[in-house]
């Protein structure tokens, strides 16, 4: 009972701007939303107003061109991100083809563990979801060299493996 009635008198509602405040150029942020569905619109556009640059995105996607993560990435805001999936965006594609955005793709499951765990405060754990591929191998283009197609500035570096009862991950 206690702790109910210490909860209750916490103010959760914040103005947009002041939850906004404290993010600053650089910062990483974790961007819920599934597809276009519960995407925090208010307060992704309060962050393109104003302003933050080369923030580092983590997301199952990017949105499209005019909504969600797309219209920070239409204002050049973001310079990672991390997903799972990345389809619908065509201005998305563009910059990273063009070699303006860095990109790591991450499994949907592999991505939520990486939220939970590092939530948990667990600095790593093992998957055999990419195991064999060129995510754990290694190479797959994380960013291209500006005006120089298809040409890769920064390579994912291969990802630690191990065998655990037979299994690999």
Do not use: H
Not at 10 to 35: C, Y
Not at 79 to 87: E, I
Not at 129 to 149: A, R
């Amino acid at each position: 009972m206690l702790r109910r009635s210490l909860f209750n008198r916490v103010n959760k509602i914040f103005d947009v701007k002041a939850a906004m405040a404290d993010i600053k150029d650089g910062n990483r942020l974790i961007v819920g939303g599934f597809g276009l569905c519960g995407t925090p619109m208010g307060l992704l556009t309060e962050l393109q107003s104003q302003g933050a640059k080369d923030l580092r995105i983590v997301s199952n996607n990017a949105g499209v061109d005019d909504w969600g993560i797309g219209i920070l990435l239409q204002s050049k805001q973001v310079r990672r991100m991390t997903s799972s999936y990345v389809g619908e965006n065509k201005n998305f594609e563009r910059m990273y083809l063009n070699g303006e955005l860095e990109v790591e793709f991450v499994p949907q499951g592999t991505l939520a563990e990486r939220m939970r765990a590092g939530g948990a405060g667990i600095p790593a754990f093992y998957t055999a979801t990419g195991f064999g591929t060129v995510l754990q191998k290694g190479g797959f283009p994380i960013k291209y060299k500006e005006g120089q197609k298809g040409e890769v500035e920064i390579p994912a570096p291969p990802r630690d493996a191990r065998n655990f009862d037979g299994r690999d991950y």
